[in-house]
């Protein structure tokens, strides 16, 4: 199985704030890779697909990037309604794998 | 509007069965592969089991291969999910899902 790690596990950032959160998989994924974002109690939503497609109705100040084993999601200007958790996960073989999440917290 | 809507989650003991439900509306469901996603209590999310746009091919994760079976019926929009011997470690949400839509889960409960 494919092994996702995230980075970090949690951050605390200001609105307006930049962040990065990182997702390394323990072997070459191509692009095949999304992100979701998870507000408490809520269902996840997808943001992006193939490493850096953004899903419809997702805002701009959201990018993804990378290929191979390393990936990037990046939050150009933190908003409130942005802090949550955030998951990546592969879709390269079955079974399909998650990262452990990263929790963007107010700061 | 694009919409997942799982049903049939519950509490039900160690051993027991449960059959989950997602309908499918607002897209062409009969060409999209559909899946199950579970997140137990506070933790990760983990796939479960996923079957391709006709239903001839499922594939499981190992920790409920044998126990469920996913399936679906296309001329009603719907998934399935048939979960016998449930064990604690499958107290979960149970999310549907398929490209760029998830469902807003349904609770699983195994517990005696």
């Known amino acids: 199985d494919i092994q996702m790690t995230q980075s970090p596990s949690s951050v605390s950032a200001s609105v307006g704030d930049r962040v990065t959160i990182s997702c390394r998989a323990s072997?070459?994924?191509?692009?095949?890779l999304a992100w979701y974002q998870q507000r408490p109690g809520k269902a996840p939503k997808p943001l992006i697909y193939?490493?850096?497609n953004l899903q419809s109705g997702v805002p701009s100040r959201f990018s993804g990037s990378g290929s191979g084993t390393n990936f990037t999601l990046t939050i150009s200007s933190l908003q409130p309604e942005d802090f949550a958790t955030y998951f990546c996960?592969?879709?390269?073989?079955?079974?399909?794998?998650f990262g452990g999440g990263t929790r963007v917290e107010i700061k | 509007q694009v919409q997942l809507v799982e049903s049939g989650g519950g509490v039900v003991q160690p051993g027991g069965s449960l059959r989950l439900s997602c309908a499918a509306s607002?897209?062409?469901?009969?060409?999209?592969?559909m899946h199950w996603v579970r997140q137990a209590p506070d933790k990760g999310l983990e796939w479960v089991a996923v079957?391709?746009?006709?239903?001839?091919?499922?594939k499981y994760a190992d920790s409920v291969k044998g126990r469920f079976t996913i399936s679906r019926d296309n001329s009603k929009n719907k998934l399935y999910l048939q979960m016998n011997s449930l064990r604690a470690d499958d107290t979960a949400v149970y999310y549907c899902?398929?490209?760029?839509?998830w469902g807003q889960g349904t609770l699983v409960t195994v517990s005696s």
């Open positions: 193939a490493a850096s």
């Open positions: 079957i391709s746009s006709y239903g001839s091919d499922e």
């Open positions: 072997q070459g994924i191509s692009n095949w």
């Open positions: 996960q592969q879709a390269n073989s079955f079974p399909l794998t």
């Open positions: 899902a398929t490209e760029g839509t």
């Open positions: 607002g897209f062409p469901f009969n060409i999209y592969a």
